[in-house]
């Protein structure tokens, strides 16, 4: 498949909010393999639709188990919390410290359009949290904790 370029900060797609998919097509299935391979080329846990410029409600996450595709994903519960630090492909050589749910559930397609729900702790649900936030146009950098300098 392709790589594709990573918009950064200051691009005004990732302000954007994005749409439902309501087909899932040989487009939409290029379109996620290139989120892949974009995402582990650029040594990413995960890349959303609007990174790559495309203002659709996808993301990919990989935090080592293997490529998860999230097509219209929905978080339905959140639980706890604990503070990490995060970064972003669009925000490249930075990093700030977030307080993120300790557990999501989250409902979704796969790249299938098979309708799924997964619970995740920790770094699972610190980056669905984080790629969710790409498809309505917030980013880490509004997320972050105020630094006690």
Known sequence: MAIRNIR???DAVLRKNSKNVEV???RTKVLIQDMIDTMYDADGVGLAAPQVGILKKIFVIDIGEGPIVFINPEILETEGSYVDSE???SIPGESAEV???YK???KALNENGEEFIL???ELLARAIC???DHL???LYIDRALESGE
Do not use: A, M, Q, S
């Open 8 to 10: 950064t900060v200051g």
């Open 136 to 138: 309505y146009g917030t």
């Open 99 to 101: 307080e993120r749910p």
């Open 104 to 106: 999501v559930k989250v």
């Open 119 to 121: 619970e995740g702790e």
């Open 130 to 132: 984080h790629e969710n």
């Open 24 to 26: 899932i097509d040989d």
């Open 87 to 89: 970064g972003c492909l």
